[in-house]
Each structure stands twice: as structure tokens, then as C-alpha cells.
């Protein structure tokens, strides 16, 4: 498995302004991933981390409202700007390992985010 | 791009009884499908995976199982215990193909009735 690290944990934040989520992973790996869990809902793919390059956005979500950053190979960060409510979420993030011969992904803790 | 559906939303289940959660998936070219468990504020954890040439995998108590030409796969728990109580998410990606993107289902409730 992996051990991946997100911070902060939770979070409550008034709307208009920007969080900025960190992700850390104990050893490099090529594939992360942000994904976004609304209250009682499955996972979301906001965003592919490609490290060295800009993030690949999956439709509905835009560079601008969730910019991504993957300055090398174990790290990353999500910043979900001028904020509403309906940003109100869990985002994690999960990255790509090897488990027996196959590339599994796992996760991160997640981060809570609340919005006012 | 892919849609997995996934079926029932909830279930409850007598303990000890077995529980079987289904999903259909859109894309022929899917060709590894995950199953994670999430228990309440917690992170989703991978329980059991398996690829498309493969028909059936187990693990103890939970077993995976695919049909590619129907496009779907289900999950089997056996001798179900209170500790199997989570959602669980099914998802599908085409691996090999420079995509290696999940696609989740629904998720399902499970609830094991002591």
C-alpha cells in the first residue's frame, strides 16, 4: 500500500475565499488523483496531478475554480478558490501503486471541507 | 466515457447470511475493476480487484466475479460479521491504455443485522 498524508483534515471556511489541501505520499509515485465526495455520495474525479505539466481536468471542473499543483513526485496540493457553499465536500486524493501485478489506487484521509 | 451503475443502494443483511453487490459497466474496453470499502469518516480502502481476463477472484470471505460479455461484475461476501457493516464502491478504468482514471458506482449500504 502507501502511506499518504492530506492536510488539513477538516476545515471550516466562509464563502468567497480559497483553501489550499496538501497531499503528501511516503515515496514517489507517477499517478495521483483529487477526487471530491459530497455528503453521502460516491467519489468524483476532479483532476489528474501530472507532475512537471498542468493537471488534466475531467468535465465540470475547471483550472480556475480547482488549481493543481505536483511539484515532484510524492506532493501535491488542491486549492478550491472563491468558495460556496456547495463546495461543502470531502476531497481526497489517492495515487497509484503496485499491488501484485497491478496498479491499484489508494487513498488519502481526505480533507472536510465546510463552507458558510 | 464510462458509466457504472451499481445496484442495490442498501442492503441489509442477517449475520452470517451472504451479500452479493452488482455493477454494470458502459465501456467493452474496461478492463480492471476495483472494489473499495468506506466505513463512516473514513477513507475508502481497496477490499478485492480484478481484471478482465480473469472470471473470478476470491480473498476469504469475499469473492469478485466477471462477466464481460454481459459488462458486469459482482461482489460476494460470505458468513457475513457486524464489521462488514460500510459503503462499498464499485469502479471500472481501462488500464494499459495511458487512462488509468477510476469511474466509481453509487456506492451500497450495507448493514449486517446482529
Known amino acids: 500500500s502507501a502511506v499518504i498524508s492530506q492536510k488539513p483534515s477538516r476545515d471550516i471556511c466562509q464563502r468567497g475565499t480559497s483553501l489550499t489541501i496538501q497531499c503528501q505520499v511516503d515515496?514517489?509515485?507517477?499517478?495521483m488523483f483529487w477526487y471530491r465526495q459530497q455528503p453521502g455520495q460516491s467519489l468524483t474525479l476532479i483532476a489528474t496531478a501530472n507532475q512537471g505539466s498542468e493537471a488534466t481536468y475531467e468535465s465540470g471542473f475547471v483550472i480556475d475554480k480547482f488549481p493543481i499543483s505536483r511539484p515532484n513526485l510524492t506532493f501535491s496540493t488542491l486549492t478550491v478558490s472563491n468558495m460556496s457553499p456547495e463546495d461543502s465536500s470531502i476531497y481526497l486524493c489517492?495515487?497509484?501503486?503496485?499491488?501484485?501485478?497491478?496498479?491499484?489506487?489508494?487513498f488519502g484521509p481526505g480533507t472536510r471541507l465546510t463552507v458558510l | 466515457g464510462e458509466n457504472v451503475e451499481q445496484h442495490p443502494s442498501t442492503l441489509s443483511v442477517q449475520e452470517g447470511d451472504s451479500a452479493v453487490i452488482k455493477c454494470t459497466y458502459s465501456d467493452s474496453a474496461s478492463n480492471y475493476f476495483p472494489w473499495y470499502k468506506q466505513e463512516l469518516g473514513k477513507r475508502p480502502q481497496l477490499i478485492i480487484d480484478?481484471?478482465?481476463?480473469?472470471g473470478e477472484k476470491k480473498d476469504q470471505r469475499i469473492a469478485v466475479t466477471l462477466n464481460k460479455t454481459a459488462k458486469h461484475f459482482s461482489l460476494h461476501i460470505t458468513e457475513t460479521q457486524p464489521e462488514d457493516s460500510a459503503v462499498y464502491f464499485c469502479?471500472?478504468?481501462?488500464?494499459?491504455?495511458?487512462?488509468?482514471?477510476?469511474?466509481f458506482g453509487t456506492g451500497t449500504r450495507l448493514t449486517i443485522i446482529p
Open positions: 480484478i481484471r478482465s481476463n480473469v
Open positions: 515515496s514517489q509515485v507517477t499517478m
Open positions: 489517492s495515487v497509484e501503486r503496485q499491488r501484485l501485478s497491478t496498479d491499484t489506487q489508494y
Open positions: 469502479a471500472a478504468s481501462k488500464k494499459d491504455f495511458g487512462n488509468e482514471k477510476l469511474t
